[in-house]
């Protein structure tokens, strides 16, 4: 086990000390749809076209928090609807949300990032009922923030994990906690700039007990941190030989198991995946998607369900949700996906037209599928709905700025829909939507390759 400030035994950052690593392909397949039992409806938290996070909150009441020109948004679901709060201007370009906690008593605390800058802030109502925002770190020249995380401690106080990686490839991993005196405190988790990454390592604390600990992943690895008397110490949790992690990690401990997600991206930048973690005796990780960006983790009694964002050309997603049993394609890209008490499951997503809340039950799997072929000037589209003979499939031209509805095309008795339209033009994405009728959810079906200069299908 690694120690803060010294090097592993074995001086290898993929060597795992008592771990099983199993690369099991579950989850698939991809393009799916889901049911469920009881009714549902989405609702417009608001009409923008920003990156968001969700919490969940007393009696598991859902907030979202979001960026719009250089404000901070919180928005809560009242008697008459999603109703949107500016709350405070952020530094400039502090415009990446990294997480949100929401206390016993209804106070959010919100972790925003300028990745570029190197500014970390953190954003809190506080007791006596305003808001503040706390700069945490401003790195230096050259120094890189990586993407950081927030949980609240046992005292229900946020506290913020973060690290950074220096020129000389260098890292250094810290814990900032919110003291009961109101003043924030930095403690140093690993030392001496171990260990080396030529990627920007991320971080997501996580409460065990009345302690935290601080998942890292960095490099071609995942380690926990936890504190002892003196200093910290790590159990590798994952690693691979195949690339680097990026983007944000996640972290949750559920009855003595610590659950973790992260994307690991090929050498190659062509390829990313999605793996789930679980840790207690012995380390496991499961390839849950071949091509995503984790966007959420959760662990409800069922066990632990992925939420990550497939993509393809500039910035058109798909989202996908994965469990031990299924997987399942949502419209749009999902920016908060959470399990709450009673069974139920949130999914916050977002489109070019704005942020959209969903509340639905337990998933149940329906397929979704969708092909295309162009001839000249026409393309000709078709794809089936299993479980449900009746309703209609809209079908989206898209592009990562806007998406125009093409058609509305009715479910024959089979299950089965087709139609033959004018074809968009070349470097347009074709997505078809299917919202269930007892919950309103948009289960959908992105074709992965673009139209119509070629053949797709």
Known sequence: ?????STPTHGNLRYVKSARIRLTALFLPLVGVLAFAAPAQGELVAPVNAQAVLAVGPKSAPVVAYTNRGGLYV??????????????ALPAGTTYLAGMVVDGRGRPSILAEDLRGGRLVLARLTPQGRWRAHTLVKTSAG??????????DAAGRPAVA????RPSNDTFLRLVRLGANGRFRTQAITLEGFPESSAVPSAAPVLVGRTIHVVEAVGSSAIDWGPTKSTWEGQYIFASFLGSTVGAVAARMVQGTLHAALTLDLEDGEQSFVFSITSRATQESTLVFPHALLAALAVPRTGPEVAANDFVGDGTYAGLVGTPSLAVEIDGRIDGYAAVADGSRYLLLAHPTGLEFYAVPSLLQVTLSLSAVASGTAVTVSGAVSRTDDGEVRLYFETASQRTLAATIPIRTDGTYEATLAAPPAGTYLRAVYREPTTGLPYASLLRTSCCASPTG
């Open 143 to 152: 120094t890189v923030l990586g993407q950081g995380g927030i949980v609240l």
């Open 162 to 165: 973060y690290a950074i990686r």
């Open 75 to 88: 928005a809560r679901n009242g008697n008459n609807g999603w109703r949107p709060r500016r709350v405070l």
């Open 1 to 5: 086990m690694p120690r803060a400030g």
